[in-house]
Structure formats: structure tokens, C-alpha cells
């Protein structure tokens, strides 16, 4: 199967992951089609990987295209939040988590995630699981689905969009991608459709919200983070406002003392930091590759080395 998707910021990835002893071992917990992994197995010919994905066909493609390595690599096939809860396995060195969805889903996923192509709204990243998104538009209130769009797309025409979505549900099932991506299209002002396309914040908030990926994000951060060895590196890339955010406070809190009671995103621990942020901005890709890669163009990387697990932190907070 070809190849489609180019991994971002590959350079400032291996430059902040690079591992630092013979042996060492990363896990790519969304391996997607390989891309960032086969560039580290190509260049570190002691480095040992683990790749995650939870679909199971773009698994396969990854599996291909790393297959001169197969002696250094071994696989899981599920959500990275389960694969961390699981304390059997070895502990890792590096992690990498790319938070973007693969140009595979778009392209050749036949799932409903293009704006551009008339395929089944499923949306659906492992189709054993959950709901489809033509069934979770039907299922919800003009409003609900408005909040939706809103919360999740950052959409500005959200109850414009959700009104004529609605109306449309009153004359059957809205079950194509080409189909909703009309209705968005025929809901929002004509000013409204300049550089990018009118449906793409809609179809984010769908597809996020069909696959869970803002509440699976924080669990996933903080089981990685309590796996990932003592001076381990975890570097997150992430592809939205809503995403950097979550990342960033989950990096900014474990990387600073808790000494008030101000409410923050993730709980945090008297006594101490667990990381050091090795990028506190987060890294952007250069002009160049957004030239050559359009859609890495809202891409972030943020980078953490672990310091201390949180257990010894806590122990030292009741001393």
C-alpha cells in the first residue's frame, strides 16, 4: 500500500528524542504509518521500538514498511492509555506521541473524515468501538450538537451549522461524509469560505468527539508519563489549539511546585518537579516545511525529561 502520510517536524523530533545510551528503547504510542519510527530505526541501529496504533489496517502498513527492522521492533494494536496501564511491560526510554491523524484516514481510510471525498460518516479510528458519527449526529438536540461544534471545532457558525444539520435530519439520515460537508457549506455566509474549507472545523469536532481524543488525551499523558523511565524524554506533537493546550498545562504542572490551592488542569504533587519542559514555547515547523507540507502548518512539538517519578514526590511531601 503507498505511502501517503509525511511526518512533521521530523528533524526537532530527533533532535529532542535521540536516545543517549546503546539499547535504549522508544515506543511510538501512534504509530500511524511508520514514518517517525522508521526514520529513528534508520539512523539509531541500536534503538529497539514499540508501535501502537489502534487501527489495526494502518498498522499494517506501518508493519510493512518497517519490516527490515522486525528484530528491533514489536507491536500493539490498541489505544496508547490501555497499552501504558499495563505494568508488564519494559519500561521505556523515549516516547513519542503524534496526535495527528494520519493522511492514510483522509485518503484512503474510506471512513468519512474528508471534507472532499463522499464516503460513510463513520469517522471511527478502531471500528470495534463506539459510535459511528452518522449515528452520534443523529442521536443528538440542535443544541448538543451546536455545544459540539462550539467546544470542540471552535466553530463561530456552530448553531448556524447545527440548525440546517438538524433540519436536514428531519428529511432522513445524514450518512455521508459529501453530504454533510454540503450542509456546512450551504449554512455559513460566503465570507466564511476563504483558505480553508467551511466543513473542516466540523468534521474535527465530530471526529474528535467520535473517537474521545481530548478526554483519552489527558489519561494518555499521565499513564505515559509515569511509565517513561527516570531521564526519559517524552515529546508530544500535537495539531489544535484545543490539543497544545491540554499538553502544555499537563507539562507546565508536572514541571512546577504545587504550593497553592489555585485549581489546576492536572493535579499536581507538593515537593517538587517531575519533569524538566525542555521547550517551554513548543517547537513550530519553519517556513520550509510548511511549504513542502501544508498541513503541518498548525503543528507543535513540547518536549519533557523525567526527573522524578510522582510516588517518591508524594513520599517526600508526607516527610
Known amino acids: 500500500m503507498e505511502i501517503v502520510h509525511t511526518p512533521v517536524l521530523l528533524e526537532e523530533t530527533m533532535q529532542f528524542l535521540a536516545p543517549r545510551q546503546p539499547g535504549e528503547l522508544m515506543i511510538d504510542a501512534t504509530v500511524g504509518e511508520g514514518g517517525h519510527s522508521y526514520a529513528f530505526l534508520s539512523r539509531f541501529p541500536d534503538l529497539r521500538l514499540i508501535g501502537i496504533d489502534a487501527d489495526w489496517k494502518i498498522q499494517e502498513v506501518a508493519r510493512n514498511r518497517l519490516k527490515a527492522f522486525e528484530e528491533r521492533v514489536q507491536w500493539y494494536t490498541g489505544w496508547s492509555h490501555d497499552f501504558f496501564a499495563d505494568p508488564s511491560y519494559e519500561k521505556p526510554d523515549t516516547i513519542l506521541i503524534d496526535l495527528g491523524?494520519?493522511?492514510?484516514?483522509?485518503?484512503?481510510?474510506?471512513?468519512?473524515?474528508?471534507?472532499?471525498?463522499?464516503?460513510?460518516?463513520?469517522?471511527?479510528?478502531?471500528?470495534?468501538?463506539?459510535?459511528?458519527?452518522?449515528?452520534?449526529?443523529?442521536?443528538?438536540?440542535?443544541?448538543a450538537l451546536a455545544d459540539l461544534l462550539y467546544t470542540y471545532g471552535e466553530e463561530r457558525y456552530a448553531r448556524r451549522i447545527a440548525r440546517s444539520i438538524t433540519e436536514a435530519k428531519s428529511r432522513g439520515r445524514i450518512s455521508r461524509s459529501g453530504a454533510l460537508a454540503e450542509l456546512v457549506v450551504r449554512a455559513v455566509p460566503m465570507r466564511y469560505r476563504g483558505s480553508i474549507h467551511p466543513a473542516t472545523r466540523t468534521f474535527q469536532a465530530l471526529r474528535i468527539a467520535v473517537?474521545?481524543?481530548?478526554?483519552?488525551?489527558?489519561?494518555?499523558?499521565?499513564?505515559?508519563?509515569?511509565?517513561?523511565?527516570?531521564?526519559?524524554?517524552?515529546?508530544?506533537?500535537?495539531?489544535?489549539?484545543?490539543?497544545?493546550?491540554?499538553?502544555?498545562?499537563?507539562?507546565?504542572?508536572?514541571?512546577?511546585?504545587?504550593?497553592?490551592?489555585?485549581?489546576?488542569?492536572?493535579?499536581?504533587?507538593?515537593?517538587?518537579?517531575?519533569v524538566n519542559v525542555l521547550c517551554r514555547k513548543g517547537i513550530s515547523p519553519g517556513v520550509d516545511e510548511i511549504r513542502n507540507n501544508p498541513s503541518s502548518r498548525s503543528a507543535r512539538l513540547r518536549v519533557v525529561e523525567k526527573v522524578a517519578d510522582e510516588v517518591s514526590l508524594r513520599y517526600k511531601e508526607m516527610q
Do not use: C, W
Not at 479510528?125 to 440542535?142: N, P
Not at 481530548?214 to 508519563?225: G, I, N, Q, S, V
Not at 489549539?241 to 497553592?260: M, N, P
Open 211 to 274: 473517537n474521545g481524543e481530548l478526554t483519552r488525551l489527558e489519561e494518555l499523558l499521565e499513564r505515559a508519563l509515569g511509565a517513561l523511565k527516570l531521564g526519559g524524554r517524552m515529546g508530544v506533537i500535537s495539531f489544535h489549539s484545543l490539543e497544545d493546550r491540554i499538553v502544555k498545562h499537563f507539562f507546565r504542572a508536572k514541571g512546577q511546585d504545587y504550593t497553592s490551592a489555585q485549581k489546576q488542569p492536572i493535579p499536581k504533587y507538593r515537593g517538587g518537579s517531575s
Open 101 to 143: 491523524v494520519s493522511r492514510y484516514h483522509y485518503e484512503q481510510g474510506g471512513r468519512g473524515f474528508s471534507f472532499l471525498r463522499d464516503e460513510v460518516l463513520d469517522m471511527r479510528i478502531d471500528r470495534t468501538k463506539g459510535i459511528a458519527a452518522a449515528e452520534l449526529i443523529a442521536g443528538l438536540s440542535e443544541k
